[in-house]
C-alpha cells in the first residue's frame, strides 16, 4: 500500500498524483508555533507500507527542517520506504566552489537526501557541471522530462513559432521541443557578471520574422536573462514573444518585469503552482512514481530519464 502525504502548498498537485495513481491521501499537518518553531503531525502509515511526500522545493528554507521532521517520522511509525516527489528540485546552482570558503550546496543537497529519503522523483532538475543527479544522490532517482508537455502547450497556442534558446543551458530543452515541433530554433549567447547583471545576444533572425519567438528555458528565477534576451528580440520582430520555462521561481519583480518588456504569454508548469501556471506535468510524474514504487525491492541506484 502506497500512501501520499502533502507537505503545505503541495495539496493540488498531490491530488493529482492521487487522480493518476489511485494511490490514498493521508493527513499531514504543520503547526507554527509563535517562537518560529514547528511541530509536524502525520497519520500514521500501515506498518510496512510506503510513504510519498510531495513538496516542490522552491524557497527551500523554510521547508527542509519540517520535510526531514516528517520523512523521519514516517519511518519512526513504521513506513517501509519514504519517497519524496520535488517536482522542482532547489540548491542545484552552486555545483562548485566558485570563491573559497563556500559551500557547495547541490552536493550537501545531495548527501541531505540520501541520509532523508529511500528515493526521489523530480523534474528536470538543473544541472550543469553534474552529468546526472546520481553524481549526488546515490538512491533511486526518476528524473521526468517536461519537453513533451512544453511542445503540446506550444503547439496549441503558438503559431510559426521559433524557439529561442536565452542561453546555452537552454539547449537541451530548446533541442527537444524544436524537434517535436519541427520547428525552427536559435541559440543566443549569454555573458553573466553578476545576479542581475546579464547580456544577451542573439544570431541573426532575419529569415524568421513571420515567426513568433517563444523564449524556452528551464527556470525562470531572477528572469535576467529572459529580460535581456527579450530586449534584443527588440531589433528583429515587433511580434509579442512568449516566454515558457518548466519551473516558475520568480525572484520579487521578475513576472512583472518581463510583461513589462512587452512579453506575451508567460507560461510554467504546475511545478511550482503559480500564476503562470498552464502546462500540467502531473501524468508523467505520477507515471514516474508508480515506477518508483514499484520497484520497491530493488536497491542500488536507479536512475532512469523519463
Excluded at 557541471?129 to 532517482?141: A, D, F
Excluded at 509579442?240 to 512579453?263: I, Q
Aim: aromatic letters at 6%; one cysteine or more.
Amino acid at each position: 500500500m502506497t500512501m501520499i502525504y502533502a507537505m503545505p502548498g503541495n495539496e493540488m498537485f498531490a491530488e493529482l498524483l492521487i487522480q493518476h495513481t489511485g494511490y490514498s491521501r493521508a493527513g499531514l499537518f504543520l503547526h507554527r508555533f509563535p517562537d518560529g518553531e514547528t511541530r509536524v503531525s502525520v497519520d500514521v502509515p500501515a506498518k510496512g507500507e510506503q510513504a510519498v511526500l510531495v513538496c516542490t522545493l522552491d524557497r527551500p528554507d523554510p521547508k527542509l527542517w519540517p520535510l526531514t521532521m516528517a520523512a523521519a517520522t514516517l519511518r519512526e511509525l513504521g513506513a517501509r520506504r519514504v519517497v519524496l516527489v520535488a517536482p522542482y528540485l532547489a540548491y542545484m546552482r552552486q555545483d562548485a566552489r566558485f570563491h573559497p570558503g563556500e559551500a557547495i550546496s547541490a552536493k550537501l543537497l545531495g548527501e541531505w537526501l540520501d541520509n532523508t529519503f529511500d528515493a526521489l522523483v523530480t523534474v528536470d532538475p538543473h544541472l550543469h557541471r553534474y552529468h546526472s543527479l546520481g553524481q549526488i544522490y546515490s538512491r533511486q532517482v526518476r528524473m521526468v522530462h517536461a519537453a513533451a508537455e512544453l511542445t503540446a502547450w506550444i503547439a496549441s497556442h503558438v503559431e510559426r513559432p521559433l524557439i529561442v534558446g536565452p542561453d546555452e543551458e537552454s539547449r537541451q530543452w530548446v533541442t527537444a521541443v524544436a524537434n517535436l515541433l519541427c520547428a525552427p530554433s536559435v541559440m543566443a549567447h549569454k555573458e553573466r557578471r553578476g545576479d542581475r547583471e546579464v547580456t544577451v545576444h542573439l544570431p541573426e533572425l532575419g529569415r524568421w520574422l513571420d515567426h513568433t519567438p517563444v523564449l524556452l528555458d528551464d527556470i525562470i528565477a531572477s528572469g535576467q536573462t529572459l529580460l535581456q534576451a527579450l530586449r534584443s528580440l527588440r531589433a528583429y520582430t515587433t511580434a509579442k514573444p512568449v516566454c515558457v520555462a518548466v519551473h516558475g521561481v520568480f525572484a520579487d519583480g521578475a513576472l512583472e518585469a518581463l510583461r513589462g518588456e512587452n512579453a506575451g504569454d508567460v507560461v510554467t508548469t504546475n511545478s511550482i503552482m503559480s500564476e503562470t501556471t498552464q502546462i500540467d506535468i502531473s501524468k508523467v510524474v505520477a507515471e514516474a512514481l508508480m515506477d518508483v514504487c514499484s520497484m520497491a525491492t530493488v536497491t542500488g541506484t536507479q536512475q532512469v530519464s523519463l
